[in-house]
């Protein structure tokens, strides 16, 4: 059986402001099904959105659909993500993204739990991290 999860049918909820700083937007495209671990969804980003620091017990791939945006894996540098680039964040790898100052960014995130945790929250990124 195939389950069908239709345009304009899918949770759509404001990002939890102690995991994102400004407006955040996900829509989750779709939950593990049953005996699997992988979730995915659209998050939105308006400029200046980001996440915190956090981690995935088995990593996240990104896929950049619009705008532009900026990650970082913790001790690297930045980087700037555009429409078609995808983002491997490793294992357990501490990481951030969104948007930036004057572009939002919209992303689909695809993420694998363990036990039903999808990541682990951190601390917020401070402006002088954003914005360095």
């Keep these: 059986m195939q389950i069908i999860r239709k345009a304009g049918s899918r949770p759509y909820t404001k990002g939890p402001e102690e995991y ?10 779709f939950p593990p099904l049953e005996n699997s671990r992988v979730s995915g969804a659209l998050v939105t980003f ?18 950049v659909m619009s705008g532009m945006g900026w990650t970082q894996c913790e001790g690297d540098p930045k980087v700037e993500i555009r429409p078609g680039d995808v983002v491997s964040c490793q294992c357990r790898k501490k990481h951030w993204h969104g948007a930036t100052p004057t572009t939002g960014m ?4 695809i993420t694998e739990g363990l036990d039903g945790n999808f990541a682990d929250w951190l601390e917020k990124v401070t402006d002088e991290e954003y914005l360095a």
């Design 106 to 109: 919209s992303h689909i995130a």
């Design 20 to 29: 994102f700083t400004g407006n955040v937007w996900i829509e989750t495209y």
């Design 46 to 63: 308006e400029p200046s959105a980001r996440s915190a620091w956090h981690t995935h017990p088995f990593g996240q791939n990104l896929i």
